[in-house]
């Protein structure tokens, strides 16, 4: 199995700072045949589901703000919030897609300092 | 557009069963490989298990193997979960959701309410 590890578990941001957030795969999830990296990031608010954010590792999907932004390749990947809002406060997942058991990171709480 | 509803949770003893039921609607239900994810309370999310457009395949974490059993109806729009001999652990929310393409093995792309499971005597 891939075990996800992300890191901080929690985060205390000012408004409008810069927010960093860390996933690590315990073995690469980049797939040599067309280059992409199979990991996800998503946004949990408390009583609602996963939204997601970030696909093959850096594409944000339609209508998520220009300020997340995903990189990193292999084993090792960052989701940033650029300037972080107060509608950002959640907990941030990522998950690999890469093989099963499909596996998640244990999250990080994000919140406004 | 495209939606996912979860229902059948409720309050089980331990050893019961229970089956859960998540409706499609919005999008060619039997193209898509559909999954179950579930989230104890104030915890992570867990992947459980996934099954293909024609319910020919299906995978399953290894902490739910042989007790939980995934398939779909698609002439329904439906995707079910069975969940036999629960314990105090399995209690969570549990989500369905697909895979974005119908090719599979994406990442997933809606993701239903979910419906909380109490496992409680």
């Known amino acids: 199995d891939i075990v996800m590890t992300q890191s901080p578990d929690s985060l205390a941001v000012s408004l409008g700072e810069r927010a960093t957030i860390n996933c690590k795969s315990s073995?690469?999830?980049?797939?040599?045949?067309?280059?992409?990296?199979?990991l996800t990031w998503y946004q949990q608010k408390p009583g609602q589901p996963p939204k997601l954010l970030i696909y093959?590792?850096?594409t944000r999907d339609s209508g998520v703000p220009d300020r997340f932004s995903g990189s990193g390749s292999g084993t090792d990947f960052t989701l940033t919030i650029s300037s972080l809002q107060a509608d950002d406060v959640a907990v941030y997942y990522c998950q690999q897609y890469y093989s099963v058991p499909i596996t998640f990171g244990q999250g990080t709480r994000l919140e406004i300092k | 557009e495209v939606q996912l509803v979860e229902s059948g949770g409720g309050l089980v003893q331990p050893g019961g069963s229970l089956r859960l039921s998540c409706a499609a609607s919005g999008f060619t239900f039997s193209s898509y490989w559909m999954h179950w994810v579930r989230q104890a309370p104030g915890k992570g999310l867990v992947w459980v298990s996934r099954?293909?457009?024609?319910?020919?395949?299906?995978n399953y974490a290894d902490s739910v193997k042989g007790r939980f059993t995934i398939s779909r109806d698609n002439a329904k729009n439906t995707l079910y979960l069975q969940i036999n001999s629960l314990r105090a652990e399995d209690t969570a929310v549990y989500y369905c959701?697909?895979?974005?393409?119908?090719?599979?093995?994406?990442?997933?792309?809606?993701w239903g309410q979910g419906t909380l499971v109490i496992v409680s005597s």
């Open positions: 959701a697909r895979d974005m393409y119908t090719s599979g093995g994406d990442w997933f792309d809606p």
């Open positions: 073995q690469s999830v980049l797939y040599s045949s067309n280059n992409k990296n199979y």
């Open positions: 093959w590792a850096s």
């Open positions: 099954i293909n457009g024609d319910g020919t395949v299906t």
